[in-house]
């Protein structure tokens, strides 16, 4: 891997089968306060699902999620996103009608 080369150009070189691949994130701790960048980070890489999941602390952990959803719709992309704990309850129920889900049949 060269030194000069960031991580996904390096990960776009290697012999994967990108359709079958799930370019994920978790945090066991809360939500990032950089979880957009780390969704563009996920969204760099050629995976065709991506996935968040992060603790909830409460309710309102859970809307950037569904923001983030609703980017990745609008862009065309696959993605998985769980707020882990009771609080993220919602996002393991809304989740199908906030965005698709990808059809993990075909990875």
Same mark, same amino acid.
């Given at each position: 891997m060269?030194? &000069?080369?960031s991580p996904?150009?390096?990960?776009?070189n290697?012999?994967?089968d990108w359709? *079958?691949t799930?370019?994920?994130?978790? &945090?066991?701790?809360?939500v990032?306060a950089n979880?957009?960048?780390?969704?563009?980070?996920l969204a760099?890489?050629?995976? *065709?699902i991506?996935?968040l999941?992060?603790?909830a &602390?409460?309710?309102?952990d859970c809307?950037?999620?569904?923001?983030?959803?609703?980017?990745a *719709?609008?862009?065309g992309?696959?993605?998985?996103a769980i707020?882990?704990?009771?609080?993220?309850?919602?996002?393991?129920i809304l989740a199908p009608?906030?965005?698709?889900l990808p059809?993990? *049949?075909?990875?």
């Amino acid at each position: 891997m060269r030194s &000069d080369s960031s991580p996904n150009e390096n990960a776009v070189n290697l012999p994967v089968d990108w359709s *079958r691949t799930i370019c994920s994130h978790h &945090d066991f701790a809360g939500v990032p306060a950089n979880l957009d960048q780390i969704y563009e980070r996920l969204a760099a890489t050629p995976a *065709r699902i991506l996935k968040l999941a992060v603790q909830a &602390d409460d309710a309102i952990d859970c809307l950037h999620l569904f923001h983030l959803l609703e980017r990745a *719709r609008q862009q065309g992309r696959e993605m998985i996103a769980i707020a882990m704990g009771v609080a993220g309850l919602a996002t393991r129920i809304l989740a199908p009608f906030a965005g698709r889900l990808p059809d993990l *049949r075909r990875a």
